[in-house]
């Protein structure tokens, strides 16, 4: 049982018997018969070896989930006289726009920042 990656998707490669850990996992199954995803999360809930592409996709992923719970960014950010950015809003905007940086990012890249109320 192994995963890998091309063009953007992960494909589970398994016996028969074993067609419950992807399913479970969250993968499609596919007109090719196939068990597949685009979402990492979904990739990474198999205990199953990456193999390839998988192994650096899988990298990238889990250095964007550290990135994004860091509390504080070195980055000089433009604010209004008298007012300044928390450690944690200025963290929160470098990973923003390091979203937007990113050469594998389409034009339409979107970022979602979910803090707990009141931050």
Known sequence: MFITYEDGVFTWH???EDRE???????TWT??????????MIADRIKAPFEGRAVIAMEKFRRQIEASKATDAKIDIPVPEG?????FQ????????NQF??????PSVSVLLADEMGL
Request: charged share 25%; proline share 8%; glycine share 8%.
């Open 101 to 106: 940086n990113r050469k594998e990012n389409s």
């Open 21 to 27: 850990a992807p399913k479970k996992a969250g993968f």
């Open 90 to 97: 200025k963290a929160g905007i470098a990973y923003t726009l």
């Open 83 to 87: 007012l300044s950015y928390l450690p």
């Open 31 to 40: 007109k090719e018969k196939t068990w597949v995803t685009d979402l990492p």
């Open 14 to 16: 398994g016996h028969f």
